[in-house]
C-alpha cells in the first residue's frame, strides 16, 4: 500500500502553460508539505497545511497555489510556468508536530513529481 | 535564523566506516533527524535523535549528538554499495517547520 502518493510522476510541458500536481496519503496525518528540490538536490519547503488549514507558505510566489480539499489530500497548481519552476517537487506527510516523540513528527515522503518546463 | 550545513561529498570504500556530519544553528532544536534518498526516489527516514540524547544505535547506524556545538553526526559502519545516496539532516523545532541541509552525497567503492 502507498503511504504517500503523487501524480503524475513526470510532467513535460512549455512555459506559460498551467498545471497540476496531485497529493494523497493514506497515513491519517493531519500535516502536509510541498518541497522543491532543485538540480543540485537542494530541498526547500514550500508550503505546509494542517487540518486543510495553510500553515506556512515559504514566500512562493503567486503562481503557485496549494489546495487542500481534505486531510488526505494536498494538491499544487501551477500558473504561467516558467523554465525555473523545473524541479521535482515533493509531497511529503506527517502526524500533527509538538507532540512528544520524535516518530510523530517523521515526515514521509512522496516519490516526487519531476517537472520539466521547456 | 534557522540553518543546517552539512558537507556535500563523502567517498568510501566498501566494508569501511562512513561519518557524515552536520551542524545546526537553532539552539531549541527538539529533533534531529537523518534522511536517505535514493536515486529517483523520495526522502525515507533513516533515524531521529532527541535533543536530550547523546547517542543514539541502531544496527549499523550511530548517531551523536553535541548539542553544546550544535554538531551531529551519522556513523555507518561496514558501508555498503546500497548504502550510496544522498544523506539529508534535518532540524525541528517541536513546530510545522523541519529544515533540511543540502543533502551529503555518499559514494561506496567497490
Known amino acids: 500500500d502507498t503511504a504517500v502518493s503523487q501524480t503524475p510522476k513526470y510532467l513535460v510541458t512549455q512555459m506559460g502553460n498551467d498545471k497540476s500536481i496531485k497529493c494523497e496519503q493514506n497515513?491519517?496525518?493531519?500535516?502536509m508539505y510541498w518541497y522543491k528540490q532543485d538540480s543540485k538536490k537542494f530541498l526547500k519547503i514550500m508550503f505546509s497545511?494542517?487540518?486543510?488549514?495553510?500553515?506556512i507558505n515559504e514566500t512562493v510566489p503567486n503562481r503557485f497555489s496549494p489546495k487542500s480539499p481534505d486531510k488526505a489530500h494536498l494538491n499544487l497548481h501551477i500558473n504561467s510556468l516558467e523554465l525555473g519552476d523545473s524541479a521535482v517537487y515533493f509531497c511529503a506527510s506527517s502526524q500533527a508536530p509538538g507532540l512528544a516523540g520524535g516518530r510523530e513528527e517523521t515526515q514521509y515522503f512522496g516519490p516526487g513529481t519531476r517537472l520539466l518546463v521547456l | 535564523g534557522e540553518d543546517v550545513e552539512q558537507s556535500l561529498f563523502l567517498s568510501v570504500r566498501e566494508g569501511d566506516s562512513s561519518v557524515i556530519n552536520c551542524t545546526y544553528t537553532d539552539s531549541s532544536s527538539t529533533y534531529l533527524y537523518w534522511y536517505k534518498q535514493e536515486p529517483g526516489a523520495g526522502l525515507q527516514l533513516l533515524t531521529y535523535i532527541f535533543s536530550n540524547m547523546d547517542m543514539k544505535q541502531d544496527q549499523r547506524l550511530t548517531v551523536l549528538l553535541n548539542k553544546k556545538d550544535k554538531h551531529l553526526s551519522l556513523r555507518i559502519a561496514d558501508t555498503q554499495t546500497g548504502d550510496s545516496a544522498i544523506y539529508f539532516c534535518?532540524?525541528?523545532?517541536?513546530?510545522?517547520?523541519?529544515?533540511f541541509g543540502a543533502g551529503t552525497r555518499l559514494f561506496v567503492k567497490a
Open positions: 534535518a532540524e525541528s523545532t517541536g513546530g510545522f517547520k523541519t529544515i
Open positions: 497545511y494542517n487540518n486543510k488549514e495553510l500553515i
Open positions: 497515513l491519517g496525518h493531519d500535516t
